[in-house]
């Protein structure tokens, strides 16, 4: 049997399933195959886990240098935009203040003119260290701060002086703090003058400490003469008590990245936490360990797991057995004919009542196709129902056709599997065809209740067509004779007697429209399904009922909805029927209402795909007690009524694929019935309805 069926296997007898021996072969040599297997299954594991712990480690220093990378990247270029901003800054103060600090190198006794250039530069540069203004020579002419101009400093000077005032940035560490001077001349005539200013490295701490990531430590080092000298660190400048840190050789190699920062003679080092990665070798290899622990319990527990799983897949198959056995016994006990196919079509299983249908016994169809047991043209149906069946993976229900004039209702359904896949299709037919004759008889009773409901309502109008049908033969006569006179008279004007014949025919013409549309009215056949513009049907409807509602005096207010065409699907004099049955309801409904008070408002309006005719009237509406039941058959709360015209109203309504409600009170004061139905886009032709009954199924 196919492994996608575990359900039924092959194993199957007529009793059930073959019984299992307590004790097999495998139970005798449990012991050591287990011990074989667990050993193996350790030395996988272990080999598996090792391998595993070195990847991670290689992996997470390969990350290490990757954020290290990106951190000191993005740091020396906001290091290098910071500096270049401080150049500008320094060198734009120097112009501007030329005058004052030239003045003030002429005459340093200018306490305002100091004050006030103390002033301006630290509006300029709120980190500013110090400030200080020498000649060429390094010779100290103005300071504000600390004393900062020593013999590294006049060095400094001097080659700025000599190298046409190009600078390389340097950290000095001070006593009373690290600092960075940034140099430019004195514009003006005169004495070489130098003004350079002094500043903390604040800004580059900050940088520095937002980019810095987690275990690891950035820091702008320069070298000195004892060695690297870490001049910039997060935390460390403003301990000023502290000596600058130095870093030894063996920390330095042991940098995960280093970049120069243009334009100054610092570096920027990542230098890792001392237990960056001890910390995270130590966490790997535990959790190795660890795992391995697992794995030696696993492999413990794998030989009693082993026998337990042996005992119960035992008691597993008694279980199969007996299920196999109750569900054989449902199958057999459904009267329907009931089937079990695999993707190709082979039946895997059947129930006496399909195979009794086909004329076989049960044990001639498993294994075998429809192809080898029916003809072609059925055989090819049912393997397309099928395969739309896996394809779509949807339940399908359609009628067929069987031998003897019969007809099946055949259900398919895709068999799946607990992971959802499809492996083939049960089905169910059920003879249908004593329902079907059943529902053919009670769509002729309907049809012949609808016709009579018809002829009722052309009883009711029999007064209103006569005196509608009087007119024109009135006018037929009158202008027959009007024509015999003419003739009589020898009268030659040809032009007036053919325009009263063609008058005579226009009139005959309404006429002869009147009659043939009562008999349309009230014909018998199959219901037609046309394209119909509901507007237009319902200024038909009007007009048909127009002379009663001239005699009852009914003011009517019509509202259309005026904008793009509107197409409904519809058999034209059923839903005639349905609208004056609702018109003549409101009309009876006011008739105890003064002639002045009589209105009805039909309006038609569209909501999304859906057409709404309302018909609301001024009479005194419905009890909340009678509104649940006026569509109920035979129900009526009128003395003469029979209580089944909305009935067969609201079975129309939904035979079209619409739906009819009533609102006790409606907008008039009265009740308001409306139908909905559904619009069609694009509608056309005509299709005849064939169905059992008026509710179209």
Same mark, same amino acid.
């Given at each position: 049997?196919?492994?996608?069926? &575990?359900?039924?296997?092959?194993?199957?007898?007529?009793?059930?399933?073959?019984?299992?021996?307590?004790?097999?072969?495998?139970?005798?040599?449990?012991?050591?195959?287990?011990?074989?297997?667990?050993?193996?299954?350790?030395?996988?594991?272990?080999?598996?886990?090792?391998?595993?712990?070195?990847?991670?480690?290689?992996?997470?220093?390969?990350?290490?240098?990757?954020?290290?990378?990106?951190?000191?990247?993005?740091?020396?270029?906001?290091?290098?935009?910071?500096?270049?901003?401080?150049?500008?800054?320094?060198?734009?103060?120097?112009?501007?203040?030329?005058?004052?600090?030239?003045?003030?190198?002429?005459?340093?006794?200018?306490?305002?003119?100091?004050?006030?250039?103390?002033?301006?530069?630290?509006?300029?540069?709120?980190?500013?260290?110090?400030?200080?203004?020498?000649?060429?020579?390094?010779?100290?002419?103005?300071? #504000?701060?600390?004393?900062?101009?020593?013999?590294?400093?006049?060095?400094?000077?001097?080659?700025?002086?000599?190298?046409?005032?190009?600078?390389?940035?340097?950290?000095?560490?001070?006593?009373?703090?690290?600092?960075?001077?940034?140099?430019? &001349?004195?514009?003006?005539?005169?004495?070489?003058?130098?003004?350079?200013?002094?500043?903390? &490295?604040?800004?580059?701490?900050?940088?520095?400490?937002?980019?810095?990531?987690?275990?690891?430590?950035?820091?702008?080092?320069?070298?000195?003469?004892?060695?690297?000298?870490?001049?910039?660190?997060?935390? #460390?400048?403003?301990?000023?008590?502290?000596?600058?840190?130095?870093?030894?050789?063996?920390?330095?190699?042991?940098?995960?990245?280093?970049?120069?920062?243009?334009?100054?003679?610092?570096?920027?080092?990542?230098?890792?936490?001392?237990?960056?990665?001890?910390?995270?070798?130590?966490?790997?290899?535990?959790?190795?360990?660890?795992?391995?622990?697992?794995?030696?319990?696993?492999?413990?527990?794998?030989?009693?797991?082993?026998?337990?799983?042996?005992?119960?897949?035992?008691?597993?198959?008694?279980?199969?057995?007996?299920?196999?056995?109750?569900?054989?016994?449902?199958?057999?006990?459904?009267?329907?004919?009931?089937?079990?196919?695999?993707?190709?079509?082979? #039946?895997?299983?059947?129930?006496?009542?399909?195979?009794?249908?086909?004329?076989?016994?049960?044990?001639?169809?498993?294994?075998?196709?429809?192809?080898?047991?029916?003809?072609?043209?059925?055989?090819?149906?049912?393997?397309?129902?099928?395969?739309?069946?896996?394809?779509?993976?949807?339940?399908?229900?359609?009628?067929?056709?069987?031998?003897?004039?019969?007809?099946?209702?055949?259900?398919?359904?895709?068999?799946?599997?607990?992971?959802?896949?499809?492996?083939?299709?049960?089905?169910?037919?059920?003879?249908?065809?004593?329902?079907?004759?059943?529902?053919?008889?009670?769509?002729?009773?309907?049809?012949?209740?609808?016709?009579?409901?018809?002829?009722?309502?052309?009883?009711?109008?029999?007064?209103?067509?006569?005196?509608?049908?009087?007119?024109?033969?009135?006018?037929?006569?009158?202008?027959?004779?009007?024509?015999?006179?003419?003739?009589?008279?020898?009268?030659?004007?040809?032009?007036?007697?053919?325009?009263?014949?063609?008058?005579?025919?226009?009139?005959?013409?309404?006429?002869?429209?009147?009659?043939?549309?009562?008999?349309?009215?009230?014909?018998?056949?199959?219901?037609?399904?046309?394209?119909?513009?509901?507007?237009?049907?319902?200024?038909?409807?009007?007009?048909?009922?127009?002379?009663?509602?001239?005699?009852?005096?009914?003011?009517?207010?019509?509202?259309?909805?005026?904008?793009?065409?509107?197409?409904?699907?519809?058999?034209?004099?059923?839903?005639?029927?349905?609208?004056?049955?609702?018109?003549?309801?409101?009309?009876?409904?006011?008739?105890?209402?003064?002639?002045?008070?009589?209105?009805?408002?039909?309006?038609?309006?569209?909501?999304?795909?859906?057409?709404?005719?309302?018909?609301?009237?001024?009479?005194?509406?419905?009890?909340?007690?009678?509104?649940?039941?006026?569509?109920?058959?035979?129900?009526?709360?009128?003395?003469?009524?029979?209580?089944?015209?909305?009935?067969?109203?609201?079975?129309?309504?939904?035979?079209?694929?619409?739906?009819?409600?009533?609102?006790?009170?409606?907008?008039?004061?009265?009740?308001?019935?409306?139908?909905?139905?559904?619009?069609?886009?694009?509608?056309?032709?005509?299709?005849?309805?064939?169905?059992?009954?008026?509710?179209?199924?």
């Amino acid at each position: 049997m196919d492994a996608h069926f &575990p359900m039924f296997p092959s194993a199957l007898d007529g009793a059930g399933m073959r019984r299992a021996e307590p004790r097999s072969r495998w139970t005798a040599r449990f012991g050591s195959m287990a011990l074989v297997y667990s050993a193996v299954f350790v030395g996988v594991v272990a080999w598996l886990l090792a391998w595993q712990a070195i990847d991670r480690l290689r992996t997470f220093g390969v990350v290490q240098r990757e954020l290290a990378v990106a951190a000191v990247d993005g740091a020396v270029s906001q290091i290098g935009i910071r500096v270049n901003e401080l150049r500008r800054s320094v060198r734009l103060l120097a112009v501007e203040e030329a005058l004052r600090l030239r003045r003030l190198a002429a005459g340093p006794d200018e306490p305002r003119e100091f004050a006030t250039l103390q002033a301006r530069i630290q509006s300029f540069f709120p980190e500013v260290f110090a400030f200080t203004l020498v000649d060429g020579f390094g010779d100290l002419l103005l300071e #504000y701060g600390q004393d900062l101009v020593g013999d590294v400093c006049r060095l400094d000077i001097g080659d700025f002086v000599l190298h046409d005032h190009r600078q390389l940035l340097r950290l000095h560490p001070h006593p009373l703090g690290s600092h960075f001077d940034i140099m430019v &001349p004195v514009p003006g005539a005169g004495d070489e003058l130098v003004f350079f200013v002094s500043f903390t &490295p604040d800004s580059l701490a900050r940088v520095l400490a937002d980019a810095q990531p987690p275990g690891h430590r950035l820091a702008l080092v320069t070298e000195a003469g004892g060695g690297m000298v870490v001049d910039v660190a997060p935390g #460390y400048w403003r301990i000023v008590e502290e000596p600058p840190r130095r870093v030894d050789a063996r920390h330095w190699r042991r940098a995960l990245y280093r970049r120069p920062v243009p334009g100054t003679a610092w570096r920027l080092v990542d230098l890792p936490e001392p237990g960056l990665f001890a910390q995270k070798r130590a966490e790997v290899w535990g959790e190795t360990a660890a795992l391995m622990a697992g794995v030696l319990l696993a492999a413990a527990l794998m030989m009693a797991w082993s026998w337990r799983t042996e005992r119960r897949r035992l008691e597993a198959e008694r279980l199969l057995r007996d299920s196999h056995a109750t569900l054989s016994a449902v199958v057999e006990g459904v009267a329907d004919g009931v089937f079990l196919k695999d993707r190709q079509g082979r #039946y895997r299983l059947v129930n006496r009542a399909y195979a009794r249908g086909l004329g076989r016994r049960p044990e001639a169809l498993i294994g075998r196709t429809d192809a080898e047991l029916l003809g072609p043209a059925e055989a090819a149906r049912n393997r397309e129902a099928e395969l739309q069946v896996l394809r779509t993976g949807r339940l399908q229900t359609r009628e067929e056709e069987a031998p003897g004039d019969r007809t099946v209702l055949a259900t398919r359904a895709p068999v799946r599997t607990d992971s959802g896949e499809i492996t083939g299709v049960v089905g169910l037919r059920q003879d249908i065809t004593e329902l079907k004759q059943a529902e053919e008889v009670l769509r002729r009773h309907q049809t012949e209740l609808a016709h009579v409901d018809r002829l009722s309502i052309i009883g009711e109008l029999a007064t209103s067509l006569a005196h509608e049908l009087n007119q024109p033969l009135g006018a037929v006569v009158n202008y027959a004779r009007a024509s015999l006179n003419l003739v009589r008279a020898g009268h030659s004007d040809r032009r007036r007697l053919e325009q009263a014949l063609e008058e005579t025919v226009a009139q005959a013409r309404r006429g002869s429209e009147i009659v043939r549309k009562a008999r349309e009215f009230v014909r018998k056949g199959q219901p037609q399904l046309v394209c119909t513009d509901p507007r237009e049907l319902v200024r038909q409807t009007l007009a048909f009922a127009r002379t009663e509602l001239r005699a009852r005096k009914v003011a009517v207010d019509l509202t259309l909805n005026e904008g793009p065409a509107l197409q409904v699907r519809c058999d034209r004099i059923q839903m005639e029927q349905v609208l004056l049955n609702l018109i003549f309801n409101a009309v009876e409904a006011m008739e105890g209402a003064g002639a002045g008070r009589r209105r009805l408002r039909v309006e038609l309006t569209r909501t999304g795909r859906t057409v709404r005719i309302s018909v609301a009237d001024s009479g005194p509406g419905i009890e909340e007690t009678a509104c649940a039941r006026v569509f109920e058959p035979f129900y009526t709360t009128r003395a003469e009524g029979t209580g089944m015209g909305l009935a067969i109203c609201r079975t129309i309504v939904e035979a079209h694929g619409g739906h009819i409600e009533v609102r006790c009170r409606g907008a008039l004061g009265g009740a308001e019935f409306a139908i909905s139905l559904p619009l069609e886009e694009p509608c056309h032709g005509e299709t005849r309805r064939e169905s059992t009954s008026l509710s179209g199924r």
